[in-house]
């Protein structure tokens, strides 16, 4: 028995933007490059990273919203990259999600009770009261009560949606529950205690999640370990703690200096990051870091850095990753 419960290989994603097919003006968004990312049973992996560094095409390509454009997705050992619409629908009992914004997801013609029943009704799962019953379960896990089932999704605060969404990715007792930014759509009096939910419904289910959030603060505490992406690709992965207080990447050292609770205790010399993420539809070079990375060597400009890891499991792509 393996402890590995989802396993991508060389996954990449390019979509094809402008112009028709074959037409020379088409170009490519390079938002997933050759990434691979093991995730265990009962463990959270935090993603982060700039807006539009492809946590969301990660997280859509891992449920085959989108398809990949190279590479395998291995869930339980099993590839599931290959397999038709049945197959898939089946895996997604074990696969859920729960997205940023919670009102856009949610139907708002359906009441609690229907929308939350979703799941099990796809799945023809139990009697209607059987169904019934478990809706009822499901919203006194999420902190929610019986009364509720018999509103619409306008009627509830952001918190409360979420909360709901939270419910309809548990129905079906998943195994995996892939968050996209699931508390930056909510006021942040309301963020701590969706996270503490999140984190009490992982303890009490033993469920995997992939955390994709906009910070390194805001997964700090909820990841066992935590995935740094820049421009496509996976930079730098770890335990934790320590990539927040030995990060190896320059990127994360510089993610980790722009936090202003954390900077001042840091020994090490702030990294300021300078100037715009390039553009993935032409990605830099090497290392896609380099044009603004100020350790950068010419080496850098032309190869790129592969993602080795090192006996204690931490994992960094970067030619200077020793050095500096
Ligand atoms: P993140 O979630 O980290 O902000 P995304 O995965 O949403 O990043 O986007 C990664 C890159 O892919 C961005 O440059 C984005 O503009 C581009 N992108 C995302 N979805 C599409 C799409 N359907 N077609 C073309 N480009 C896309
Ligand atoms: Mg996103």
């Known amino acids: 028995m393996t402890d590995i419960l989802l396993q991508t290989e060389g996954l990449t994603k390019h979509y094809q933007v402008g112009g028709s097919l074959f037409a020379k003006s088409q170009q490519k968004v390079h938002a997933l490059d050759n990434v691979n990312l093991t995730l265990y049973k009962r463990e959270i992996v935090g993603v982060v990273g700039e807006s539009g560094c492809g946590k969301s095409t990660l997280a859509k390509v ?4 989108v398809e990949p ?62 169904r019934e019953k478990r ?50 759509a909510l006021d942040v009096s309301v963020q701590a205690q969706i996270l503490n939910l999140l984190q009490d419904l992982q303890e009490q289910f033993g469920l995997s999640y992939l955390f994709i959030a906009h910070g390194l603060d805001a997964v700090r505490h909820i990841s066992n370990r935590i995935a740094v992406m820049y421009l496509g690709k996976l930079v730098e992965i770890g335990d934790s703690e320590e990539v927040f ?18 900077a001042p205790d840091h020994t090490e010399e702030p990294i ?33 850095p592969e993602l080795r890891t090192a006996k204690d499991g931490h994992a960094v792509a970067c030619h200077l990753a020793e050095t500096i």
Request: charged share 30%; aromatic share 6%.
């Open 272 to 304: 300021k990051l300078t100037g715009e993420i390039p553009s993935p539809l032409n990605p830099p070079s090497g290392c896609r870091f380099h044009t603004r990375c100020p350790f950068a060597v010419e080496r850098c400009k032309t190869e790129m």
């Open 62 to 65: 891992l449920l085959r919203l």
């Open 135 to 184: 809706v009822y379960e499901l919203l006194d896990i999420v902190g929610l009560t019986k009364n509720h089932a018999d509103r619409y999704p306008h009627q509830f605060s952001g918190g409360q949606r979420q909360r709901i969404g939270i419910a309809r990715a548990l129905a079906l007792s998943p195994k995996l529950v892939i968050c996209d930014e699931p508390v930056s």
């Open 69 to 130: 454009t190279e590479g395998t997705i291995r869930f339980e050992g099993r590839d599931i990259t290959a397999l038709n619409r049945k197959q898939m629908r089946d895996i997604r009992r074990d696969m859920q999600f729960v997205f940023q914004d919670p009102f856009s997801s949610l139907n708002p013609r359906k009441k609690v009770m229907d929308l939350i029943a979703e799941p099990l009704d796809i799945f023809r799962i139990g009697t209607r009261k059987d």
């Open 245 to 262: 207080t030995r990060p190896r990447h320059p990127y994360t050292k510089a993610l980790i200096s722009a936090i202003p609770e954390i």
